[in-house]
Nanobody, 123 residues
Framework: QVQLVESGGGLVQPGGSLRLSCAAS????????MGWFRQGPGKEREFVAA????????YYADSVKGRFTISRDNAKNTVYLQMNSLKPEDTAVYYC????????????????WGQGTQVIASS
């Protein structure tokens, strides 16, 4: 089992920034590729970003490319999502997830999920 706990969400004005963190425990962190997903009000859960086990390669949804950055610190068993230039449409619950398969943008490829952290971009 892998336990994932997100933090760092909150209310921010459009154009502002937030950094989300996801702390992992229970298994060897480097056995897992990691992803961030989000679910806005009345919407399906969607892919945001993913990172390989080593952290060398990263992948982004078109809607966040150039604004969001995923990274990981394998010594701290933590994955991050730096979110800049936030827009109202970024408002959602953000989830981190772990997969022991290859890095993926598909929700069903992920084995473990956190409980989510709310991000609201609003004036």
């Amino acid at each position: 089992q892998v336990q994932l706990v997100e933090s760092g969400g909150g209310l921010v004005q459009p154009g502002g920034s937030l950094r989300l963190s996801c702390a992992a425990s229970g298994r060897t962190f480097t056995d897992y590729a990691m992803g961030w997903f989000r679910q806005g009000p009345g919407k399906e859960r969607e892919f945001v970003a993913a990172i390989t086990r080593s952290g060398v390669s990263t992948y982004y949804a078109d809607s966040v490319k150039g604004r969001f950055t995923i990274s990981r610190d394998n010594a701290k068993n933590t994955v991050y999502l730096q979110m800049n230039s936030l827009k109202p449409e970024d408002t959602a619950v953000y989830y981190c997830a772990a997969t022991n398969g290859g890095v993926s943008s598909r929700t069903y490829d992920y084995d473990y999920w956190g409980q989510g952290t709310q991000v609201i971009a609003s004036s």
